[in-house]
Every structure is written in structure tokens, then in C-alpha cells.
């Protein structure tokens, strides 16, 4: 799709949505009904939204993601809609290959063959399987990621595009920073765009992850629009997740889904203190559970990193101390805390966070922090996930909660992290995570002392 009709298609959702709402206002004026009106016409830009950034790969179609976390806020009719968008990663539609492989051409003569048909495709570009050839002959199975042509031309346009949007996005989520939101997707997408920023993260990854038991593929070679790396056989983690519904207990594959769930959790909670930084993109197809009880970990475009005044880990920190002291119902501190990071307002009160948070005072709910071994069956999320799941929401209720956008890629982190282990229904040692967690960041020694 060129420039022109990419931001011909992007224009066309504001425009529409004047439109309606105009034709709305007319409606509402003869005599109908006004709530009824603006609703339906509010519901048709919706659709015309996703629609659009459904169609359009790049940087529309990964801010659509983005926002999806934040559907929660919206009515049931409404934010289903809007969650169609979660999907995207996953229904995008591979280029041919003729319209990509003049990008090879960066590769050393010789060393490379590439399979015509990609194996996978995302929003920015597709991946295919090849073999790399070394020097002294041996060769290597390989992941040959493709940047689309254009991508970062059409990264300029988009970002342009979407900025039109925000006025339709900012009626149905009216309590987030949608600009500072969307500026802070670009400054992410512009090092996503950029294939040599993967590589190095990879590299840093696999080496703090060394001595584990988390395994990152080795970097090939590396340019602006081409990433090789080592090709990674194992268990998908999406086909562990469907044998978490099977009948039988040896169909369920129980062991292994508890052992991807922990190495996960570890991996996720763990990079800050060993990287620096959080993989942030925590979908399925992104993990494999190896033949050697490893976990496999792809695509380290999107990396959450020094966002802010504040520095990566500034939401890990939030979450964990929340689950700490909430267990231990130290709610004051649990204030201070929200306060500090910048989530909560001075004038929010203790008993008005802890409801907004939907924390159990009595102990009647388990939570993550209260066993020695949790189960993630999805039935525990459900009356509490959609607070932590969709700040917006808590920002609904309270009015008082904010959501600073230098957080985004590490909440997408975390909660995308949750959100796996119960799509796995694994069971998880998760209050020793969270308290190895709280020691390598520093603050467990003060907790117990401060309880003491």
C-alpha cells in the first residue's frame, strides 16, 4: 500500500466520525434518542478505526495493539470491538517474497539461502527459514527476518495519521495522556525499526541469560532492514496453552506448562537486575519450552528500556511492592508507593486505592504473592485482572490514578507475563519470584525491616 493511500485510508476514520456525529446531533434534535444516537455512532467509528488499522501494517497497526490493553474502560458492546485489535499480531498477512528479497542483497554473496515462504509475519515485517553458510563450510539453520520496503516512510506518514485519530480514541479512554501516549509508541517504534537494535539486544540478553535456563538464538548478521539469527526448535508455548484443555492428565502436559511458566516468569522479572531492560512483547509464538527444558525466547524488537526520569523497572518495582505489601495489608505504605511512581494523585486516600485496586482485606481471594505454589488457573484473575490489566479502568474508578506513558512497554511486559501463565494454567513458586524479584531491585531488606 503506498503513502498516499495509507494516509488516505487513515483520514478517512476522523472525517467519518465528524460525520456521524454530526448526523447524530441532527438526529438528537428531531427528537431521538440522545444517548441511543451518539452510542451507535460512537460504535461505527470504532469499527471504522479497527478496521482501518486492521488493514494497514506498520506503525497504525502496532499503536492499535497498544491500545487494546486499555479496552477494559469501555462498555462490554464497545470494548469487544476495540479487542479485535489484539489480534492483529497474529492475522497479519505475509508480503511475497519477490517484493522483499532485493533486500538480501546487503548479505554477503554466497552465505545465505532463503525459502520463498515465510514462516511468519507482523506488523513490520516477516520472517523466513534459511540456511547460512560459514566460512570453513559448515552451515547453520537459520530465521532470516525481513523489514517491509518502506516501513520507516510509512512510520512518518502513520504517526502523522494516528496524531488525527486521537480526538475519537481520546471520547472513549478520556482520562489517558493519548499524546504523550502515542509519542512515546514513536520513540519505541523508531528503534524497532531498525533491525541492528534487535541484534544488540539479543546479544545482551543471551549473555546475561547464559548460566540460565533461558536461551537467546545467537546473531548472525545484522543490518537495518535484515536480522539473521540461529533458527530454535521447540514447544511453541501457544500449543502448551491448548494442551492445558485437554481430558486426560498425560494429555495436558501439566509439567511442562508449570516449567515454561516459571522459566517465564523468572526470565520476565529477572532482565531488569541482569539487563537492564524487559523483552516486551510477550505473545505465544515469542517462547519455545527446548528439548533440554530450556526456555527459547524470539523477537526482541520491542524492549522496554530507560523510559523516562524514572528508568526500566519503575513498574516492576510498583507491582511487586504492591503485591508485598498488600499480602502483608501494609496499606499506607501501598499509598506511598502508587504516589511516588507517579501513579496515584496526593489526594487519593488509602481505602480509595486499595478499592480501586480491588485488593481482598479479607484473605478470602488468593493472589499470586499468597502461596508457595500458584495456581494460574483463569479462574483467579477474574474478579482483579482488569484493574492491573487495563490502568485505564482503575482510572475510571478513581479518578485519581494516572498511567504515565514512559510505563507502557513495561506494563505490557508484566501483565502480558500474567496474562501467559494463565493462558498456560501453570503452577508457579510466584512469592518466591516476587521476593527474589524485590532483592534484586534493592528494596526486600527495607520492607522487613520497616515490618520489623
Known amino acids: 500500500m503506498g503513502v498516499i493511500r495509507r494516509a488516505a485510508s487513515l483520514a478517512t476514520v476522523p472525517l467519518g466520525t465528524g460525520a456521524r456525529l454530526a448526523g447524530a446531533a441532527t438526529r438528537t434534535a428531531l427528537g431521538a434518542n440522545r444517548t441511543a444516537v451518539y452510542e451507535a455512532a460512537t460504535a461505527a467509528s470504532i469499527d471504522a478505526a479497527v478496521a482501518t488499522l486492521s488493514r494497514i501494517k ?29 489480534q492483529l499480531y497474529e492475522s497479519a498477512e505475509p508480503e511475497p517474497f519477490a517484493k522483499l528479497a532485493s533486500l538480501l542483497d546487503v548479505v554477503p554473496a554466497g552465505v545465505l539461502r532463503v525459502a520463498p515462504t515465510a514462516v511468519a509475519a507482523a506488523s513490520l515485517g516477516q520472517v523466513h527459514r534459511g540456511v547460512w553458510t560459514a566460512a570453513d563450510g559448515t552451515t547453520t539453520d537459520v530465521a532470516v527476518k525481513l523489514r517491509y520496503p518502506g516501513a520507516r516512510r510509512n512510520a512518518k506518514s502513520d504517526m502523522a495519521q494516528l496524531r488525527a485519530l486521537l480526538p475519537l480514541i481520546s471520547r472513549l479512554l478520556p482520562s489517558l495522556d493519548l499524546k504523550a501516549l502515542l509519542e512515546e509508541h514513536g520513540e519505541r517504534l523508531t528503534e524497532e525499526l531498525d533491525y541492528r537494535n534487535e541484534a544488540g539486544w539479543m546479544t545482551r540478553f543471551a549473555q546475561a541469560w547464559a548460566a540460565e535456563a533461558v536461551h537467546v538464538p545467537a546473531v548472525l548478521f545484522a543490518s537495518e532492514s535484515v ?41 520476565t522479572l529477572g532482565s531488569i537486575s541482569r ?13 519455545r ?42 496499606y499506607a505504605e501501598l499509598r506511598q508507593v ?4 507517579g501513579m496515584a494523585s496526593e489526594k487519593v486516600t488509602q481505602d480509595a486505592l486499595v478499592d480501586v485496586l480491588d ?12 502461596e508457595g505454589v500458584f495456581d494460574f488457573d483463569p479462574s483467579w484473575i477474574a474478579p482483579s485482572s482488569e484493574k492491573w490489566a487495563n490502568p485505564g479502568a482503575a482510572m475510571e474508578g ?15 511486559a508484566v501483565m502480558g507475563m500474567f496474562a501467559l501463565l494463565t493462558a498456560l494454567r501453570a503452577r508457579v513458586a510466584m512469592r518466591d519470584i516476587l521476593d527474589q524479584t524485590l532483592d534484586e531491585l534493592g528494596v526486600l531488606d527495607d520492607l522487613e525491616v520497616t515490618a520489623g
Open 359 to 370: 485488593i481482598d482485606r479479607t484473605g478470602e481471594r488468593a493472589t499470586p504473592y499468597d
Open 398 to 412: 478513581a479518578r485519581v490514578i494516572r498511567f504515565p506513558p514512559d510505563y507502557l512497554l513495561e506494563h505490557r
Open 58 to 86: 506498520g506503525p497504525a497497526m502496532k499503536f492499535g495493539q497498544s491500545l487494546a490493553v486499555f479496552s477494559g474502560v469501555l462498555p462490554d458492546h464497545l470494548a469487544e470491538k476495540f479487542r479485535a485489535l489484539e
Open 227 to 267: 536480522l539473521v539469527t540461529e533458527w530454535m526448535d521447540g514447544t511453541p508455548l501457544g500449543e502448551l496453552i491448548a494442551a492445558g484443555n485437554a481430558t486426560t492428565a498425560a494429555a495436558s502436559r501439566q509439567a511442562e506448562r508449570d516449567r515454561a511458566g516459571d522459566l517465564l516468569a523468572r526470565f
Open 275 to 287: 539487563v537492564g531492560a524487559m523483552h516486551a512483547d510477550p505473545h505465544p509464538g515469542n517462547y
Open 289 to 330: 519450552l527446548l528439548a533440554d527444558g530450556r526456555l527459547g525466547v524470539l523477537d526482541f524488537g520491542s524492549v522496554a528500556h530507560a523510559p523516562g526520569d524514572r528508568g526500566v523497572g519503575a513498574f516492576t518495582r510498583l507491582f511487586v511492592l504492591t503485591s508485598y505489601l498488600a499480602h502483608h495489608h501494609r
Open 338 to 341: 502508587w504516589v511516588d511512581a
